[in-house]
C-alpha cells in the first residue's frame, strides 16, 4: 500500500540529546513537510521541501535541521537547541508538481516527550 | 502574516444534530481551502477542498463547506452528526505567496458527539 511512515511512533529524549525522526513516503510525491502538533496551536510548518537536496524554513523552524537526500525520505532532526520539543510531530507529502491544488497526504505522527 | 482563525475551540453535539464549523481566513484573491479531519488515534485525512468554481464543495463522509468570499469564510457543514464523527477538525488555507506550497492550519475544532 502506498502512503507515509513514520518512525518510531513514540520517542524520549533526554534533555541535551539530538533525536531524528524518520519520514518515508512511497507516493513519489515532490513535496514533504514537517509540523508540530501542539494543543489548541493546530499546526505549525517545521521545514517544507519541494524538491530533492532543497528545503525551506517554515514558521517555527529554529531548534530543527532536516536534510532531502532522496525524494522518499525527508528526516527531521530536533536539536538541543530546541527549547521545548515535547509535541506530535507530522510528516507530510503532496504532488507539487501537478499544480497547486494537490492535497497533501499526511502520515501517523511521532510523539516525542523529553524524560 | 496570513492567518486561518477557527473560532470553535470544543463543540459538543448530541447523535442527529446539525453541525456547523467556523473557518476564516486572511488571504486575498485566489484562494485554496481545505478542511482535514484527525479521528482520534488516526492521521489527518483531508475531507473537503475547494479551488475553484462551485462554492459549495461536498466532501467525504457527509460534509460539505460553502466558500463565501465577501465573507472570507469556509464553514464546515453536516446535517445530521454521529458519534463516529467525534474528532478533531482543521482548516487550512493555501498560502499564495509561497505559490501555494505551504498550508496555513487553523487551531483546530475538538467535536464531541454525545449517543
Known amino acids: 500500500d502506498g502512503g507515509i511512515t513514520q518512525s518510531p511512533k513514540y520517542l524520549f529524549r533526554k534533555e541535551g540529546q539530538n533525536v531524528t525522526l524518520s519520514c518515508e513516503q512511497n507516493l513519489n510525491h515532490d513535496a514533504m513537510y514537517w509540523y508540530r502538533q501542539d494543543p489548541g496551536q493546530g499546526l505549525r510548518l517545521i521545514y517544507y521541501s519541494q524538491i530533492v537536496n532543497d528545503f525551506q524554513k517554515g514558521d517555527i523552524a529554529e531548534g530543527y535541521s532536516v536534510s532531502r537526500e532522496k525524494k522518499e525520505s525527508f528526516p527531521l532532526t530536533v536539536t538541543s537547541a530546541q527549547k521545548n520539543p515535547t509535541a506530535f510531530y507530522l510528516c507530510?507529502?503532496?504532488?507539487?508538481?501537478?499544480?497547486?491544488?494537490?492535497?497533501?497526504?499526511f502520515g501517523d505522527g511521532t510523539r516525542l516527550s523529553i524524560l | 502574516a496570513q492567518s486561518v482563525s477557527q473560532h470553535n475551540h470544543h463543540v459538543i453535539l448530541s447523535e442527529a444534530a446539525s453541525l456547523e464549523l467556523g473557518c476564516n481566513y486572511s488571504?486575498?484573491?485566489?484562494?485554496?481551502l481545505f478542511w482535514y479531519v484527525q479521528y482520534p488515534g488516526q492521521h489527518l485525512q483531508l475531507l473537503l477542498k475547494?479551488?475553484?468554481?462551485?462554492?459549495l464543495v461536498k466532501g467525504i463522509k457527509g460534509f460539505e463547506a460553502e466558500f463565501i468570499k465577501s465573507k472570507f469564510s469556509f464553514n464546515l457543514r453536516k446535517p445530521s452528526v454521529q458519534w463516529s464523527d467525534t474528532a478533531e477538525y482543521f482548516c487550512?488555507?493555501?498560502?499564495?505567496?509561497?505559490?501555494?506550497?505551504?498550508?496555513?492550519f487553523g487551531t483546530g475544532t475538538r467535536l464531541l458527539v454525545s449517543p
Open positions: 475547494y479551488f475553484s468554481g462551485d462554492p
Open positions: 487550512a488555507a493555501g498560502a499564495p505567496d509561497t505559490g501555494f506550497q505551504k498550508l496555513v
Open positions: 507530510a507529502s503532496r504532488f507539487s508538481s501537478q499544480g497547486h491544488n494537490q492535497p497533501q497526504h
Open positions: 488571504y486575498g484573491g485566489t484562494v485554496n
